[in-house]
């Protein structure tokens, strides 16, 4: 899968596109799923332009981890999930819709099913007032 300049998250990390963000340091951007597959969906992204995984420098890889476990630590307390799903896919046939690397952060209860990918835009509104407990959960909120 070769990279697009033009991608959405791409747009987004230009200051293009609007985002709900949750996270943000030198190398990452955290921001909620529009179109979230359970609530409290959050997405990770490198700031480095790569389609997939494969194609991440080492500096980046790494700090995408320290982002999703700062993250998903940031929704475990603020959510109270019984569980947390953390996912990444690369190249179409594992399900990956936007051509740059980027890790869902999913919150899971008990046999409840998770929402279509991609699929039903969440309302801003309620993104911002869900991205407003994640973040005042980080630690450098606190």
Known sequence: MSYDQNNPFARILRGELP????????HTLAMMDI?????????????????????????????????VKLVAQAVKTALEPPGIMIAQFNGPAAGQTVPHVHFHIVPRQEAAPLRPHAAV????????ALAGRIIAALPSAG
């Open 19 to 26: 985002c709900v963000k949750v996270y943000e340091d030198a």
């Open 35 to 67: 179109m979230p597959q359970a609530e409290g969906h959050v997405l990770v992204l490198p700031k480095q332009a790569a389609a997939e995984l494969l194609a991440l420098s080492e500096e980046s890889a790494a700090a995408c981890m320290r982002t």
């Open 121 to 128: 835009p969440a309302d801003t509104e309620h993104l911002k």
